[in-house]
């Protein structure tokens, strides 16, 4: 599948799921070598195009793809291909009874996606993702709230990423609601604005230019005095205390006149915010949580559907990738060296043996990232291990082997409550000197 995210995207990954035969994404942004390259190494036999550009990458190297067969074009038939829609009257036209013997014969360990990751070195290389690792993140998605029945997923990741392709199926399989980019980056606040989502999966970048917007338009120590009364009204509230007085003056012109401006950017309903696939700043996640806007950070890989540890409204710890997600068990090797495992963990690597027996030893998954864990069970990133054995420098290992096992704790950690109300009464910056530019976020 070669389009970037729309509805009929997922439309065709059911129907190729339907048959009992298995999606391949290639990125968008892809060129025809890295193309041909997928196509070829998954030995694919069909390819549906989104438009006459996507697939005239295809056709520069089709002589080189001997298995290709079927081109279909999502916007209207290009040459000798078919058109989505002829491929739809086609199946209205056949026999039921075949559809529901093949529905029937898909099994959970058979491969559903083939999902390519470029890694560090060499070719990418296939990660198989059964329809066993795919439930199972819809379970852990539906356990923890993510997103339900009566929520809003507002979608802009392509969905040749395997993040983007657990929220779509998740949303699926809980009956919510899946809203897809109108158009460019420069949609999203509009599109969000409209939608008014209440669950946005997201990488730090869009979240990092919001928070460079409002820094931009407010005097940084007032900023800083804001965010430092937010998070302490927010560890208050959390613990189930009363809010001071005079702090809960001083939040609310700061709600007033910043928070719910960043709030709006995103349509005033966002409750789940997940920020993933890269590191994102503690500060930035300061300012959301403050905000009202709980931006999520959590880890995984390609390799593990995505999924591993994930802050949540329960359990956050800034500056953390979270605790380990249900059913998934996070271990530090000796050396330093995060590993994992559980239902989510994919097959292997698509031909290649020799690549799946280096990522997987006896069921657990060595990510290659260096971590720790610490007494609640909170997992940090300290680095990569071949950064390290680069520079020739020891690895970071802990005293002893840690492993945990999420088990549903839900205890916050424990915080000093009032640290931002004390910096706030020593600054004394009153909230009614804030001065926002009228320039609408995002404009």
């Known amino acids: ?19 009992g035969a298995v999606v391949v994404p290639i990125y968008p942004s892809s060129s025809p070598e890295e193309c041909e390259w997928v196509i070829g190494d998954s030995g694919a036999v069909a390819v549906i195009f989104e438009n006459a550009a996507q697939l005239a990458k295809v056709e520069h190297v089709r002589e080189r793809l001997p298995e290709f067969r079927h081109g279909i074009v999502v916007d209207g038939a290009v040459g000798e291909t078919v058109s989505l829609e ?10 039921r009874s075949e559809l ?5 014969g898909v ?52 969905l040749a990423h395997v993040f983007a392709q657990v929220v779509q199926l998740s949303a699926a399989a809980v009956g919510g609601v899946v809203a897809y980019c109108s158009g460019e980056a420069s949609a999203i606040v509009p599109d969000c604005t409209q939608v008014r989502p209440t669950c946005v999966p997201s990488v730090p970048r869009i979240f990092e230019k919001v ?82 806007v709980p931006v999520y950070e959590g880890y995984g890989l390609s390799e593990s559907a995505s999924v591993g540890t994930l802050n949540t409204r329960e359990a956050f710890k800034i500056g953390t990738v979270g605790r380990p997600v249900p059913g998934c068990e996070v271990r530090i090797a000796e050396d330093g060296e995060i590993t994992m495992r559980g239902p989510h963990i994919f097959a292997g690597y698509w031909n290649n043996p020799e690549a799946t027996a280096e990522m997987l030893v006896d069921g657990w998954l060595l990510t290659g990232d260096l971590g720790s864990i610490d007494e609640d069970g909170f997992v940090t990133i300290t680095g990569r291990k071949k950064d390290i054995a680069s520079k ?52």
């Open 107 to 158: 099994r959970r360990d058979d491969p559903a996606l083939i999902i390519y990751t470029s890694g560090t070195t060499g070719r990418p290389k296939g990660c198989v993702l059964t329809h066993r690792n795919m439930t199972a993140c819809c379970r852990v998605t539906e356990e923890l709230e993510i997103i339900g029945a009566e929520d809003i997923a507002y979608l802009f990741l392509p």
């Open 211 to 292: 928070h460079a917007l409002f820094a931009s338009q407010v005097p940084a120590d007032t900023l800083a005095t804001a965010v430092d009364v937010g998070s302490a009204v927010n560890r208050i509230r959390r613990a189930g205390d009363a809010v001071p007085e005079e702090l809960r003056r001083a939040f609310e012109q700061f709600d007033e006149q910043l928070f719910s401006r960043v709030r709006a950017v995103f349509g005033g309903r966002l409750r789940v915010p997940i920020s993933g696939a890269a590191p994102i700043a503690p500060e930035i996640l300061e300012f959301f949580h403050a905000a009202g």
């Open 100 to 104: 529901e013997r093949r529905v029937a």
């Open 392 to 443: 020739g420098s020891p690895p970071l290992s802990p005293s002893s082997r840690c492993i945990h096992r999420c088990a549903g704790s839900s205890r916050p950690p424990s915080t000093k409550r009032m640290r931002g109300a004390q910096r706030w009464r020593r600054s004394r910056s009153s909230p009614s000197s804030i001065t926002i530019s009228r320039r609408r976020p995002g404009s």
């Open 86 to 95: 002829q491929l739809r009257v086609w199946g209205r036209a056949g026999e």
């Open 1 to 19: 599948m070669l389009s970037e995210t729309r509805p009929e995207w997922v439309q065709v990954e059911l129907g190729i799921a339907a048959a």
